[in-house]
Nanobody, 118 residues
Framework: QVQFVESGGGLVQPGGSLRLSCVVS????????RGWFRQAPGKQREWVAA???????MYADSVKGRFTISRDNAKNTVYLQMDSLKSQDTAVYYC????????????WGQGTQVTVSS
């Protein structure tokens, strides 16, 4: 079984940046890409970004050009660099394995809160 521990969230002003980290433990290897999701208050959780073992990246249209996903296999860590943040990016961010329908595959971690506000 795989576990995810997210960190790096916080309060940032519009236009600012944050970098989220996700340490993966347990069953490290997966046939699925690793990725990030988010859930805003009163909304369903949505997929944000994913990265395959081969290094291919995919992004939701709402974050394309502003967010960058990366991974450090030696540290079993997945990152999400978030630039040009908007108030609409306020949410709890989670990482997980991503299936072909852009749903999370494994159990969810506790997430990390990102709040974009002046």
């Amino acid at each position: 079984q795989v576990q995810f521990v997210e960190s790096g969230g916080g309060l940032v002003q519009p236009g600012g940046s944050l970098r989220l980290s996700c340490v993966v433990s347990g069953s490290i290897f997966s046939i699925y890409p690793r990725g990030w999701f988010r859930q805003a208050p009163g909304k369903q959780r949505e997929w944000v970004a994913a990265m395959t073992d081969g290094g291919s990246t995919m992004y939701a249209d709402s974050v394309k050009g502003r967010f960058t996903i990366s991974r450090d296999n030696a540290k079993n860590t997945v990152y999400l660099q978030m630039d040009s943040l908007k108030s609409q990016d306020t949410a709890v961010y989670y990482c997980n394995s991503v299936d072909r329908d852009y749903h999370g595959v494994d159990s969810w971690g506790q997430g990390t809160q990102v709040t974009v506000s002046s």
